[in-house]
């Protein structure tokens, strides 16, 4: 079965840290783009990075820019999101998912809340 | 950026009738366009990508048309597990973007 598992969220402080996990299964992980979606609560899907099947080509939403950075360990079968000054409007549920152009496998993603 | 936008944001359809959904681009996406569907407390699942071509496992009274920036995502018989949010997304160019969503709702 094909699955992505999100782990790491959780509650911080603005100005501090996050870093989120996906762990991946049933699929050749490192054949796969994988891509990271947020979700305010009560709002709609925000798309916010990407990284390509080597690690090699990486892109993020103009609001993370500077803040945030992906990455993936193709042997651990793993891709990472660390955050950096995290502000309150990064709360959100985040959600994992295979492929950068659509996204054919979602996780059932990971809290996180930015408050003080 | 590519701006999504949707419409009607809310649709009232009673079970068993047909269900249209628009969505349209602020600049071509040619076909690069995927429609997903979002019940509370869940995941988004992928229902259709490149315009017109379903997802595995989804059902056939879904189905999807256009192209450029004129899209359409059709329910030919709405089933009680259809009422949700629907969503589209660009994905021919960077950033990809999401439109704001179809609340598709039992009237």
């Known amino acids: 079965e094909v699955q992505v598992v999100e782990s790491g969220g959780g509650l911080v402080q603005p100005g501090g840290s996050l870093r989120l996990s996906c762990a991946a299964s049933?699929?050749?992980?490192?054949?796969?783009?994988m891509t990271w979606v947020r979700q305010a609560p009560g709002r709609g899907l925000e798309w916010v990075s990407g990284?390509?099947?080597?690690?090699?080509?990486?892109y993020y939403t103009d609001s993370v820019k500077g803040r945030f950075s992906i990455s993936r360990d193709n042997s651990k079968k793993t891709v990472f999101l660390q955050m950096n000054s995290l502000r309150a409007e990064d709360t959100a549920i985040y959600y994992c998912?295979?492929?950068?152009?659509?996204?054919?496998?979602w996780g059932q993603g990971t809290l996180v809340t930015v408050s003080s | 950026e590519i701006v999504m936008t949707q419409s009607p944001a809310t649709l009232s359809v009673s079970p068993g009738e047909r269900a249209t959904l628009s969505c349209r681009a602020s600049?071509?996406?040619?076909?690069?366009l995927a429609w997903y569907q979002q019940k509370p407390g869940q995941a988004p699942r992928l229902l259709i990508y490149?315009?017109?071509t379903r997802a595995t496992g989804i059902p056939a009274r879904f189905s999807g048309s256009g192209s450029g920036t004129e899209f359409t995502l059709t329910i030919s018989s709405l089933q009680s597990e259809d009422f949700a949010i629907y969503y589209c997304?660009?994905?021919?160019?960077?950033?990809?973007?999401f439109g704001q969503g179809t609340k598709v709702e039992i009237k």
């Open positions: 997304q660009q994905y021919n160019n960077w950033p990809r973007t």
């Open positions: 990284v390509s099947f080597n690690g090699g080509d990486t």
């Open positions: 049933g699929f050749s992980f490192d054949s796969y783009a």
């Open positions: 998912a295979k492929n950068w152009g659509y996204f054919d496998c």
């Open positions: 600049q071509s996406v040619t076909t690069s």
């Open positions: 490149g315009a017109s």
